[in-house]
């Protein structure tokens, strides 16, 4: 899922427990009520903004989750104890997860 689109816009397709907790969202939210559904979104890697009229907006990924998520879906192997990504891996081996992580926001986030 990309952060580029509000995934408020797509919460059919959302997993059920992030379903759940967006349906506590019935407009009528204080600032305080959604900090706290916030941080419990935030706690299965989503987040979301709201404006001062405490209107709820740009629900997203955060780049953990979204990194999470790109390991998981086969676009990083491990070979000889080196992290590779598919589209380069004998070209490109990543010593540690860090410089994975670095990879993957500077290459595959900005694209």
Same mark, same amino acid.
């Given at each position: /899922?990309?952060?580029? +689109?509000?995934?408020?816009?797509?919460? *059919?397709?959302?997993?059920?427990?992030?379903?759940? !907790? &967006?349906? #506590?969202? *019935?407009?009528?939210?204080?600032?305080?009520?959604?900090?706290? &559904?916030?941080?419990?979104?935030? $706690?299965?890697?989503?987040?979301? *903004?709201?404006?001062? *009229?405490?209107?709820? @907006?740009?629900?997203? /990924?955060?780049?953990?989750?979204? %990194? +999470?998520?790109? !390991?998981?879906?086969?676009?990083? /192997?491990?070979?000889?104890?080196? =992290?590779?990504? #598919?589209?380069? +891996? @004998?070209?490109?081996? &990543?010593?540690?997860?860090?410089?994975?992580?670095? =990879?993957? %926001?500077?290459? &595959? /986030? $900005? $694209?």
């Amino acid at each position: /899922m990309s952060t580029c +689109q509000d995934l408020f816009r797509f919460v *059919d397709q959302l997993p059920k427990p992030i379903r759940a !907790i &967006i349906a #506590q969202l *019935d407009g009528e939210q204080s600032y305080s009520e959604l900090t706290t &559904i916030c941080a419990e979104l935030e $706690q299965h890697g989503y987040t979301f *903004d709201f404006y001062l *009229d405490a209107e709820p @907006y740009d629900l997203r /990924m955060t780049l953990d989750a979204e %990194f +999470q998520e790109w !390991i998981n879906d086969g676009n990083v /192997m491990v070979k000889d104890g080196l =992290y590779c990504t #598919q589209d380069a +891996q @004998y070209k490109n081996r &990543i010593a540690d997860l860090p410089s994975l992580y670095d =990879y993957f %926001f500077k290459n &595959i /986030m $900005q $694209q």
